[in-house]
């Protein structure tokens, strides 16, 4: 079994006034299957509105399905949600913390509730550039960035079996970009279990063992990284000392574009046919640009109008909490809730 299995998951909202009638319902979620290994960073991929922070709020039992069914932990997100949220470290996008607390004494808020030791705090704080003098300082005075620092180590600080992070990287600089995914680099390598749901899509590839890509609320693609690159169309572009060679019946050249000593096409699939048709030709200059997720992603969502999406956060539902409710949710896992 997976650390996250879930089967068939759907979850529709009803539109219009709470409880009226209203028309067609918002379909957030669409018979979504897939499931996560242990010991891999997961990434859960689409823009906003595609439905990724349902689906989490799903997994930690905060909302219920329409249909389908979801265990997390071998535990059924239904009937052992306060015992799934023990075990696991959320980080809610937008985050929303307590402003009156300092830093310090908000992660000890949390982990009391939690009811675990903090046994990473430490170096989470000093991977992250957290000093004890800034978590002594209010958390009124933090900017956006340190607020998203003391959601990822309340996330982190005890150590989960899995971590649950919404838009992780939302608000940090570059340099706090690459500390954070060392951090996630550690974990991996401590054999935890990292969900990552992002929109970022340079994130995903750098982090991530496998992605789903979800579309409108259906699973479109479920594939390793490296997987789902390989299959991406590189940019090729070959300058000559002399004549052109014939590229044009070569294995996986696509949009073959030949002009004054010049080539340029995308290349698609094994690259050693057209390695093998520039043996001999007066190369002066080649240049391949590296396949990027972006490109897979760009291709799942060609053509999607923006009104097809659907809505990640409705209003109208009286199950769905606020993004402040979530974060003190998840920080009472091991309480009476």
Same mark, same amino acid.
């Given at each position: 079994?997976?650390?996250?299995?879930?089967?068939?998951?759907?979850?529709?909202?009803?539109?219009?006034? !709470?409880?009226?009638?209203?028309?067609?319902?918002?379909?957030?979620? $669409?018979?979504?299957?897939?499931?996560?290994?242990?010991?891999?960073?997961?990434?859960?991929?689409?823009?906003?509105?595609?439905?990724?922070?349902?689906?989490?709020?799903?997994?930690?039992?905060?909302?219920?399905?329409?249909?389908?069914?979801a265990t997390v932990l071998g535990l059924d997100t239904e009937r052992d949600s306060v015992a799934i949220r023990a075990r696991t470290g959320?980080?809610?996008?937008?985050?929303?913390?307590y402003d009156g607390l300092t830093g310090e004494r908000h992660l000890d808020y949390l982990a009391e509730l939690s009811g675990r030791e903090?046994?990473?705090?430490?170096?989470? @704080?000093?991977?992250?550039?957290?000093? +004890?003098?800034?978590?002594?300082?209010?958390?009124?005075?933090?900017?956006?960035?340190?607020?998203?620092?003391?959601?990822?180590?309340?996330?982190?600080?005890?150590?989960?079996?899995?971590?649950?992070?919404?838009?992780?990287?939302?608000?940090?600089?570059?340099?706090? $970009?690459?500390?954070?995914?060392?951090?996630?680099?550690?974990?991996?390598?401590?054999?935890?279990?990292?969900?990552?749901? =992002?929109?970022?899509?340079?994130?995903?590839?750098? !982090? @991530?063992?496998?992605?789903?890509?979800?579309?409108?609320?259906?699973?479109?693609?479920?594939?390793?990284?490296?997987?789902?690159?390989?299959?991406?169309?590189?940019?090729?572009?070959?300058?000559?000392?002399?004549?052109?060679?014939?590229?044009?019946?070569?294995?996986?050249?696509?949009?073959?574009?030949?002009?004054?000593?010049?080539? +340029?096409?995308?290349?698609?699939?094994?690259?050693?046919?057209?390695? +093998?048709?520039?043996?001999? +030709?007066?190369?002066?200059?080649?240049?391949?640009?590296?396949?990027?997720?972006?490109?897979?992603?760009?291709?799942?969502?060609?053509?999607?109008?923006?009104?097809?999406?659907?809505?990640?956060?409705?209003?109208?539902?009286?199950?769905?909490?606020?993004?402040?409710?979530?974060?003190?949710?998840?920080?009472?896992?091991?309480? =009476?809730?």
């Open positions: 079994m997976g650390v996250i299995t879930t089967v068939g998951l759907t979850k529709h909202y009803r539109t219009g006034s !709470v409880g009226r009638r209203g028309g067609a319902p918002v379909r957030a979620l $669409q018979d979504v299957s897939f499931d996560v290994r242990e010991g891999e960073i997961f990434g859960f991929l689409g823009p906003n509105g595609a439905g990724k922070s349902t689906l989490i709020r799903l997994l930690l039992g905060f909302l219920h399905p329409t249909a389908g069914s959320y980080l809610p996008g937008g985050i929303a913390l903090p046994v990473l705090r430490g170096a989470l @704080c000093d991977g992250l550039e957290l000093s +004890a003098r800034t978590l002594r300082r209010p958390i009124r005075d933090y900017s956006r960035g340190m607020r998203q620092k003391i959601g990822i180590v309340h996330a982190l600080q005890h150590d989960p079996e899995l971590a649950i992070l919404d838009e992780p990287s939302e608000g940090l600089d570059p340099l706090m $970009q690459r500390a954070f995914y060392d951090i996630l680099d550690d974990r991996r390598r401590a054999g935890r279990t990292v969900f990552l749901s =992002s929109h970022v899509l340079s994130e995903v590839e750098r !982090v @991530c063992d496998r992605v789903a890509i979800v579309r409108a609320g259906r699973l479109v693609a479920l594939e390793d990284v490296a997987t789902l690159l390989r299959r991406r169309k590189r940019r090729v572009e070959i300058r000559f000392d002399g004549p052109a060679p014939d590229l044009s019946g070569v294995a996986g050249v696509m949009e073959l574009t030949v002009g004054d000593r010049l080539a +340029a096409f995308a290349l698609e699939g094994d690259p050693r046919p057209f390695l +093998a048709a520039l043996e001999g +030709a007066p190369v002066s200059d080649l240049m391949v640009e590296p396949a990027r997720l972006e490109d897979a992603f760009l291709e799942y969502y060609a053509g999607e109008e923006a009104a097809e999406a659907a809505d990640d956060e409705p209003v109208d539902d009286p199950a769905h909490d606020s993004r402040a409710a979530d974060v003190a949710a998840g920080g009472r896992a091991g309480s =009476s809730r």
